[in-house]
């Protein structure tokens, strides 16, 4: 059983930048897992934003994404975090976590951002 657990949304300004963080509720990560993060406002299509193996560290951004998002993680914490730059005005996101683990795909709660105009 893996339970992502995203954490760190909130209501910040246009053009700052956040980070949000994921962890495994009641567990770890281990060296196969692959942590995805996506984002999903209402009424609209949900958003891919990228991966990242936990071993390695190996990025994968979504083309539309990168420039703007930067996925890492860190062992000391167990944590695998998205920083955001430049957020814009917009409907109010919730960016979930996602853990791919043995093939199967684990999906947190989501954590809510707003961005004021």
């Known amino acids: 059983q893996v339970q992502p657990a995203e954490s760190g949304g909130g209501v910040v300004q246009a053009g700052d930048s956040l980070t949000l963080s994921c962890s495994v509720s009641?567990?770890?990560?281990?060296?196969?897992?692959?942590v995805a993060w996506y984002r999903q406002a209402p009424g609209k299509e949900r958003e891919v934003i990228g991966t990242i193996t936990w071993d390695a560290g190996s990025r994968h951004y979504a083309d539309s994404m990168r420039g703007r998002f930067t996925i890492y993680r860190n062992y000391h914490e167990n944590r695998a975090w998205l920083h955001m730059n430049g957020l814009k005005p917009e409907e109010p996101t919730i960016y979930y976590c996602?853990?791919?683990?043995?093939?199967?795909?684990?999906w947190g709660k989501g954590t809510q951002v707003t961005v004021s105009s």
């Open positions: 009641g567990g770890t990560f281990v060296g196969d897992d692959m």
């Open positions: 996602t853990i791919q683990r043995d093939a199967v795909v684990y």
